[in-house]
């Protein structure tokens, strides 16, 4: 993986034309990595969009623990917002950017992280707790 660098796990979210499409920042640290990666406009459901479409990626440490956060554009989802850049501090919570409209954002989380969501569960920013991370 991009920031882990080894096995992750990963949680996507889709998000249809009619949900919010802000995105938060899933835990409090310092972006350490920062890339946008031009690609197609996959329908963001499908799996293949998470390595074909349009897309930043979001590394943000904190002590030794790293995440990655992919903003991905879907099939009318053309523009991806980002406020942060490589060396940012980013708070749990706190909005990172958006999607411009039906897309999704995948998460890729330590392998001891432990999922707190199901499959097809609906997940509200700043609100559902996603997984539990243990610092190491």
């Known amino acids: 993986n ?7 796990k990963q949680i996507s979210i ?3 034309v009619f949900d919010v499409h802000v995105n938060r920042a899933p835990m409090s640290g310092t972006v350490g990595f920062f890339h946008y990666q031009p690609g197609k406009f996959v329908p963001a459901y499908k799996s293949a969009a998470s390595a074909e479409n349009e897309q930043t990626i979001i590394g943000i440490e904190r002590d030794s623990t790293r995440i990655v956060v992919k903003q991905i554009a879907g099939i009318l989802a053309r523009r991806i917002v980002c406020y942060l850049r490589e060396g940012f501090r980013v708070k749990k919570g706190e909005r990172i950017g958006m999607i411009k409209f039906g897309s999704r954002v995948d998460l890729f989380l330590p392998p001891e992280a432990e999922i707190s969501v199901q499959l097809n569960q609906k997940v509200k920013g700043g609100e559902t707790i996603v997984a539990k991370l243990n610092s190491k």
């Open 2 to 8: 991009y920031f882990i660098h080894g096995p992750a």
């Open 14 to 16: 889709f998000l249809s």
